[in-house]
């Protein structure tokens, strides 16, 4: 436990270590946040931080600079003060779903796009799990004789279209008598009683097997789009190093263009807001942060976000960003 001034200067090197980049002195502190202590107190109150490895100082330097445990404390200060605050929240993903004809691949791009300007650093959105939204509509439609495209309608108003390899002899009528059958069916899924109707719905077993298929292709598509991720102001990462840990920049781009990143946003908790620094994500990582919050299409369909910066990242913006969206 450190007292309320050793707090307010962990805080104060933090942020100025933010905003300038380089280890803060007793002499920047008391400049900057007009402190009315001397020196010799600054340097006290300093020297006891660094016992607590709350701070460091760099053999280059007379200054200290955050501690991956200091930056810590300062954030679970930040996440449970702003955890009383109430903020307005905007719904701009329903914005640009309507925007992009609820297209949400190019809704989700934009959004990520956007959080990106918005926070000055890397952006990731996770497309939602559509095994939670609910399928309305299924309509089936003969490009060829060889292909035909199944358009998925979901009650959040988002449409998929997926092809179906087929050479079963079915004409248009056949086609919309499926459809509305498995429409139908859908919304009330039960395995065993949709097989029982399913053998005294079709007529032969090649239709059988086409329903089927229509099934699989759904559940293998969804399955394979739950981890989608789309990236906003990748350059903002590299942008964010230095030359003291530009090094670094491969294992990161490496970590974030692999599943682990999925498996990361997943792992989160439920709390609204979440942030993993340095090595708390990755043995090997050292130098950026990650901040998490959900986004909400629905009350049902939800997704995640994840915005990635240095460890020394301007959280009171980012947590204040997340804090608004819905």
């Not at 919304?187 to 090649?206: G, P, Y």
């Amino acid at each position: 436990m450190i007292s309320d001034r050793q707090l307010s200067i962990l805080n104060a090197i933090v942020e100025d270590y933010v905003d300038l980049g380089h280890p803060i002195g007793s002499k920047t502190l008391i400049e900057r946040h007009k402190l009315n202590v001397s020196p010799a107190t600054i340097r006290n109150e300093m020297k006891y931080l660094e016992d607590l490895q709350l701070i460091e100082k760099t053999h280059s330097s007379s200054g200290r600079s955050p501690s991956e445990v200091g930056i810590r404390y300062y954030v679970n200060q930040l996440l449970q003060q702003t955890s009383h605050q109430q903020q307005t929240k905007i719904q701009r993903l329903n914005e640009l779903l309507v925007s992009n004809h609820y297209d949400i691949s190019s809704a989700l791009s934009a959004f990520a796009d956007e959080l990106s300007v918005a926070s000055q650093y890397t952006t990731l959105v996770m497309r939602p799990n559509h095994k939670k939204d609910i399928i309305n509509n299924i309509h089936l439609i003969r490009a060829n004789d060889y292909l035909i495209i199944m358009v998925v309608v979901f009650t959040s108003g988002h449409v998929e279209h997926l092809h179906l390899a087929s050479q079963v002899p079915l004409t248009n009528d056949e086609l919309t008598k499926i459809s509305n059958f498995v429409s139908e069916k859908y919304q009330e899924w039960n395995k065993t009683e949709f097989e029982n109707e399913l053998n005294s719905f079709v007529k032969t077993t090649l239709e059988k097997e086409f329903i089927k298929d229509m099934l699989n292709t759904i559940e293998v598509h969804f399955d394979d789009q739950s981890n989608g991720i789309f990236m906003g102001g990748k350059v903002k990462l590299i942008d964010a190093l230095n030359e003291s840990n530009v090094s670094s920049i491969q294992p990161i781009l490496q970590y974030i263009e692999s599943n682990k990143i999925a498996q990361l946003l997943d792992d989160m908790t439920n709390a609204s807001i979440n942030v993993r620094i340095g090595h708390e994500i990755e043995s090997s990582l050292s130098d950026i942060s990650i901040v998490t919050s959900e986004y909400h299409i629905d009350d049902r369909l939800k997704g995640k976000i994840a915005v990635i910066g240095p460890t020394a990242m301007n959280y009171q913006n980012v947590i204040r960003l997340l804090n608004t969206i819905w």
